[in-house]
């Protein structure tokens, strides 16, 4: 019979408790929030660099701008993202609202 070693003692061989968590069980790292902000910048960094390598014939000549979509993407992002503040504004709801109204017995 062999000894367990520490490592081994350590390792969590149940199986995963959801279907999803082998596949997704990566985020709940501490860091999966950092590594995924560094890859997708380095993905953004490579596309934009790459543009630097096609040529295009774009019919607005605005369009042919290197980087050009890149930079209409973030701010159209941009855009999406702070229209929320004066939807919430407009839609929005009091903390109070789905509670059930108190019933007042003046009977």
Same mark, same amino acid.
């Given at each position: 019979?062999?000894?367990?070693? /520490?490592?081994? &003692?350590?390792?969590?061989?149940? /199986?995963?408790?959801?279907? !999803?968590?082998?596949?997704? #069980?990566?985020?709940? &790292?501490?860091?999966? #929030? %950092?590594?995924?902000?560094?890859? +997708?910048?380095? %993905? ?12 295009? &014939?774009? =019919?607005? &000549? $605005? ?7 890149? %930079? ?5 992002? #941009? !855009? +999406? ?5 004066? $939807?919430?504004?407009? %839609?929005?709801? /009091?903390?109070? =609202? =789905? ?9």
């Amino acid at each position: 019979m062999s000894e367990i070693t /520490p490592e081994e &003692h350590t390792q969590d061989t149940r /199986p995963a408790k959801h279907s !999803g968590e082998r596949y997704f #069980g990566w985020t709940s &790292h501490p860091k999966a #929030g %950092l590594y995924t902000f560094i890859f +997708v910048g380095v %993905l953004a960094a490579g596309l934009a660099l790459a543009d630097f390598f096609v040529h295009r &014939h774009e =019919y607005i &000549h $605005l369009a042919e701008f290197k980087i050009f979509y890149a %930079l209409f993407g973030f701010a159209a992002f #941009g !855009g +999406v993202v702070l229209s929320g503040w004066p $939807l919430r504004k407009l %839609l929005g709801r /009091p903390e109070n =609202y =789905y509670e059930p109204e108190e019933e007042t017995d003046n009977g």
